[in-house]
């Protein structure tokens, strides 16, 4: 896993859109909230996901951009996004197959899906703050706000 005060990994990658997404793009300009979960429609990460998009003051504004990541198609991601009403960008890590999951050492080789790994990175890149819980194991949204609050 990386490390908190180490630099993140940089990665590019599509949205539900089709629209490519870096994580350099907001260096310099946000902090960013990089949210991996397991699968799409699944009771718990739809539950998750809900949280950040009914408290999305908090987590995507002028300071800050929520990136949510899962090893889904970005066909998937995109009715998975328009179902639950998703105004942040759902990123594919489909192809190849979780290879930024793998990056940030979250994937589970033996699923083929992230474990729920959430990384706050700051505007120049670094890793603020970061959890990982294994699939079945939810996060806390309240710990992202006290986070952010600090930066």
């Known amino acids: 896993m990386i490390e908190v005060g180490r630099q993140a990994p940089d990665f590019s990658l599509v949205n539900q859109h089709g629209e490519t997404v ?3 793009q907001f260096r310099g300009a946000k902090n960013v909230v990089l949210v991996f979960y397991p699968f799409s429609f699944t009771g718990v990460c739809t539950g998750e996901l809900c949280e950040i998009r009914d408290r999305l003051e908090s987590f995507d504004n002028e300071d800050t951009v929520t990136l949510a990541v899962s090893c889904d198609s970005k066909f998937t991601q995109r009715v998975f996004a328009d179902r639950e009403g998703y105004p942040f960008s759902e990123l594919s890590d489909f192809w190849p197959h979780g290879a930024v999951a793998r990056d940030y050492g979250v994937f589970v080789e033996s699923v083929g899906a992230a474990k729920r790994g959430t990384f706050i990175i700051d505007r120049d890149g670094v ?7 294994e699939i079945g194991q939810a996060r806390d949204a309240d710990e992202y706000e006290k986070v952010l609050a600090s930066l």
Request: proline share 0%.
């Open 127 to 133: 890793v603020r703050w970061s959890v990982v819980h």
């Open 22 to 24: 870096t994580l350099a």
